[in-house]
């Protein structure tokens, strides 16, 4: 929007009385008063929840294949919380949730890892070896 430009000096009788009272050459524009209304819109914005990552298809895979003590069941209820969340707009919640089955994802696919590189040691060096 560009500003509008008031003259300094009018050429009404209102200028001429405040000259008249006293005012100085230099503080005439101060002595009118203008009034300048600037119309104001609401925008409203929404948080962008498409950049909450929800996990899904990780907590699924968990789930299905490395239910490690059940963590991959965790992790894929935290997911669809996330998905809720997200749906009714409450980023800070789907933020914390995603937080939270990212952790249980993590935990769930590490643990079954090392557990099937367990076995596949011990299946190659049995213990009867030693």
């Known amino acids: 929007m560009a500003p509008t430009l008031f003259p300094m000096e009018s050429k009404g009788s209102k200028t001429d009385s405040?000259?008249?009272?006293g005012a100085p050459q230099a503080c005439k524009h101060l002595a009118e008063k203008k009034t300048m209304t600037n119309p104001t819109a609401v925008i409203e914005v929404y948080p962008?929840?498409?950049e909450v990552n929800d996990y899904y298809l990780w907590s699924i895979f968990n789930f299905v294949y490395l239910n490690f003590c059940c963590l991959g069941f965790i992790a894929l209820a935290y997911s669809l919380k996330v998905r809720d969340k997200k749906l009714l707009n409450d980023l800070n919640g789907a933020v914390e949730d995603a937080k939270t089955a990212r952790l249980f994802n993590i935990t769930s696919s590490a643990l079954a890892a090392s557990c099937i590189i367990l076995v596949f040691i011990f299946l190659r060096y049995p213990l009867t070896d030693y």
């Not at 405040?18 to 009272?21: F, I, K, L, M, W």
């Open 18 to 21: 405040v000259r008249a009272a």
């Open 48 to 50: 962008d929840t498409t």
